[in-house]
């Protein structure tokens, strides 16, 4: 069975600091790793990481894949209170349907 | 702006009462999928349809039920709600499954059951 696990599960930090959330996972035919920011409501998509995409940015946000590890990391710079939410990690598995597989989630909380 | 479009946001219904969420795109995406998310827990696959075909998850119980009238329209029936089945559901469209492009979801209807 597909396994993705993200660590940690909440995070409070402070406006200003740097934050690195952890993903990792266990699929058959790995095909892509995604993150998506969750706020109350639609989870809303961050990046989209590939053996031909191993690293993606975008302002302040980062994404890595180490396929060796098994695992990415996201990278938040400069937080702001904005970026408080659930930040979630999928994999997709290549297979008959693939299904993304969702880890829990890392629930980070930006104080002023 | 919204590109998938669940209603109502919020639904309490009662043990055992039927009740339908439901879904609506504006992609013409060819892929529509149905997600449970329990609190502090990862969302679950319930179903998907890749047009009109209905694809079911094994451990999705026989309770959820899911029509696909048209390409832009999905529904999720659940048939007789226990209180286990409270939770956030989300809708999400791809415009197909192979190809690596995300998916797109809706704001969730959040189900309490009384």
């Known amino acids: 069975e597909d396994k993705v696990v993200q660590s940690p599960l909440s995070l409070v930090v402070h406006e200003g600091d740097t934050v690195t959330l952890n993903c990792s996972y266990e699929v058959t035919n790995f095909r892509s790793l995604l993150w998506y920011k969750q706020e109350k409501k639609a989870p809303t998509f961050l990046f989209m990481l590939?053996?031909?995409?191993i690293e993606k940015k975008s302002g302040r946000l980062s994404s890595i894949l180490d396929k060796k590890e098994l695992s990415s990391i996201l990278n938040i710079t400069a937080t702001q209170t904005g970026d408080s939410a659930i930040y979630l990690c999928?994999?997709?598995?290549?297979?008959?349907?693939?299904?993304?597989?969702f880890g829990k989630g890392t629930l980070l909380t930006v104080n002023p | 702006d919204a590109m998938v479009i669940q209603n109502p946001r919020y639904q309490v219904t009662q043990f055992g009462k039927p009740v339908t969420l439901s879904c609506s795109q504006t992609?013409?995406?060819?892929?529509m999928y149905w997600y449970q998310q329990k609190s502090s827990q990862a969302p679950k696959l319930l179903f998907h349809?890749?047009?009109?075909?209905?694809?079911n998850e094994a451990d999705t119980p026989d309770n959820f039920q899911s029509r696909r009238p048209n390409t832009s329209f999905c529904f999720l029936d659940i048939r007789s709600p226990g209180l286990g089945d409270a939770a956030m559901y989300l809708c999400?469209?791809?415009?197909?499954?192979?190809?690596?492009?995300?998916?797109?979801f809706g704001d969730g209807t959040r189900l309490s059951i009384l």
């Open positions: 992609l013409n995406h060819n892929v």
């Open positions: 349809y890749y047009d009109k075909d209905f694809n």
């Open positions: 590939t053996s031909s995409g």
């Open positions: 999400a469209t791809s415009r197909d499954r192979q190809s690596n492009q995300p998916q797109h």
């Open positions: 999928a994999v997709k598995s290549g297979g008959s349907n693939y299904k993304l597989t």
